[in-house]
């Protein structure tokens, strides 16, 4: 065994492959082991609204008037994605922005890659959420894609104000109404297309009303890009019992 092989041994055996969904420890090249690539659900093109980015079926056009010109959600909210982007955030694992982002990527150039953005900016979070997390997840994912593109970024231009209760703990038919008035622009925008991220859209009712303060700011269009899509299976259930 040659020094090369010894080093990479050694290692190997001090600082395993770890999958990024389940901690597992792998062997192959991927990123997943076996049984979480298995989970793992990208939202296919052409089965995704061109408008709010949800999968055909949970389409929300006809229960909201959309601010944004155009929604896009790379992944189902699920399996091994959605622990990813848990892991991210409530992990504080700040190196996935790089594994999600480029997941975003992918969708990006399948749906934006012709429309030229005068910049991007992000879905900011609370201050009591960035200062117990010691960083904004969204704010960490539009830097690298900022990076990626080479379109300038924006920070801090959209502020928010405390969630009571917080807005993951609300029902359905609750969030829309709750972030009226929760968000605001911190100062004026003058821009033709503007890329707005977050992380999961779950009803929209965040990059919605991000999108309309940043129109009401001088923004022409906004176009949102999200890592995660698609409803909980309780909202789901909701939603199905609202119709």
């Not at 949970?58 to 189902?76: L, M, P």
């Not at 504080?92 to 999600?100: G, P």
């Not at 968000?183 to 992380?199: C, Q």
């Amino acid at each position: 065994m040659n020094g090369n092989k010894i080093y990479n041994t050694i290692i190997g055996f001090l600082f395993p492959k770890l999958c990024v969904s389940c901690g597992k420890i792998i062997e192959s090249e991927d990123i997943l082991c076996e049984k979480c690539q298995k989970t793992f659900h990208r939202i296919p093109d052409k089965n995704r609204c061109v408008f709010c980015g949800m999968v055909k079926p949970d389409c929300d056009c006809k229960n909201h008037i959309y601010y944004f010109t155009a929604a896009v959600c790379c992944c189902f909210n699920e399996g091994s994605a959605q622990n990813v982007v848990y892991r991210f955030k409530l992990q504080k694992k700040r190196n996935y922005a790089e594994i999600i982002g480029e997941e975003m990527m992918r969708a990006f150039e399948s749906e934006y890659k012709n429309i030229k953005f005068d910049y991007i900016t992000y879905v900011p979070n609370s201050l009591k959420s960035k200062f117990l997390r010691g960083f904004s997840q969204t704010e960490l994912l539009a830097i690298y894609i900022s990076k990626r593109l080479n379109i300038p970024l924006y920070k801090n231009i959209i502020g928010c104000k405390p969630f009571k209760p917080s807005q993951h703990k609300m029902e359905y038919h609750e969030r829309f109404p709750a972030t009226s008035g929760q968000y605001f622009v911190r100062k004026k925008v003058e821009a033709e297309n503007v890329l707005l991220i977050d992380d999961i859209k779950t009803t929209g009712a965040t990059l919605n009303i991000c999108s309309k303060v940043l129109l009401l700011s001088g923004a022409h269009q906004v176009f949102c890009l999200s890592a995660l899509g698609g409803k909980s299976k309780d909202i789901q259930k909701e939603k199905a019992h609202l119709r």
